[in-house]
């Protein structure tokens, strides 16, 4: 069975960085486009970035371009977001999975991202 793991959250003050991981057991994120998705307080989960399977399209939404970046280690079957400048507005679980939403495994537990100002 799948398991996806999402870890490196945490509380940090604005203007302050984490990285977050994403790692899967049961299953490799092989030949899939992956993503990373936050489900802010009261509203739906959005993807805020993706990565396509060799690295070389990525996406940003909007409002995380110049902030986050997001990679991916094929080898180690592990997709990353380094989020920088964080602001409030980042507050919210950060979940990874496959950006295809026909292709995606279960959601794993995400990973709690809490910014203050």
């Known amino acids: 069975q799948v398991q996806v793991v999402e870890s490196g959250g945490g509380l940090v003050q604005a203007g302050g960085s984490l990285r977050l991981s994403c790692a899967a057991s049961?299953?490799?994120?092989?030949?899939?486009?992956m993503g990373w998705f936050r489900q802010a307080p009261g509203k739906e989960r959005e993807v805020v970035a993706s990565?396509?399977?060799?690295?070389?399209?990525?996406y940003y939404e909007d409002s995380v371009k110049g902030r986050f970046t997001i990679s991916r280690d094929n080898a180690e079957n592990t997709v990353y977001l380094q989020m920088n400048s964080l602001k409030s507005d980042d507050t919210g679980v950060y979940y990874c999975?496959?950006?295809?939403?026909?292709?995606?495994?279960?959601w794993g537990q995400g990973t709690q991202v809490t910014v203050s100002s």
């Open positions: 049961g299953r490799t994120f092989s030949g899939y486009a």
């Open positions: 999975n496959v950006e295809a939403e026909r292709f995606r495994f279960p």
């Open positions: 990565i396509s399977w060799a690295g070389n399209n990525i």
